[in-house]
Nanobody
Framework: QVKPVESGGGLVQPGGSLRLSCAVSGRTFNDYAMAWFREAPGKDREFVAG????????YYADSVKGRFTISRDNAKKTVSLQMNSLKPEDTAVYFC?????????????????WGQGTQVTVSS
């Protein structure tokens, strides 16, 4: 019953920052765990960060831990991904996803609703 729509992608220099936003439609947003995945060129889609319905705890892939921060605003029905200290290897299409019963944050099948993605390019 929820539909994520991502925005905020763009071109940034290495070491720069970018904030992605995900607007989620639907009345049951608070019942869903939310996550960000990314798909780099030539790579499989991978888990980046996730957050439960209560806004905590949050989970991160080792590759982004300490650099990225996921947050959600249940009143506004939005999910954000603050990305700092960006690296060229962060270049990917970033997807926002929603799921009810998360048994493994890294598995895509646990997420029932997906956005169409937003491109993030980190380059000089």
């Amino acid at each position: 019953q929820v539909k994520p729509v991502e925005s905020g992608g763009g071109l940034v220099q290495p070491g720069g920052s970018l904030r992605l936003s995900c607007a989620v439609s639907g009345r049951t947003f608070n019942d869903y765990a939310m996550a960000w995945f990314r798909e780099a060129p030539g790579k499989d889609r991978e888990f980046v960060a996730g957050i439960t319905w209560s806004t905590s705890p949050a989970y991160y892939a080792d590759s982004v831990k300490g650099r990225f921060t996921i947050s959600r605003d249940n009143a506004k029905k939005t999910v954000s991904l603050q990305m700092n200290s960006l690296k060229p290897e962060d270049t990917a299409v970033y997807f926002c996803a929603a799921g009810r019963r998360i048994t493994d944050w890294s598995t895509q099948r646990d997420f029932s609703s997906w956005g169409q993605g937003t491109q993030v390019t980190v380059s000089s």
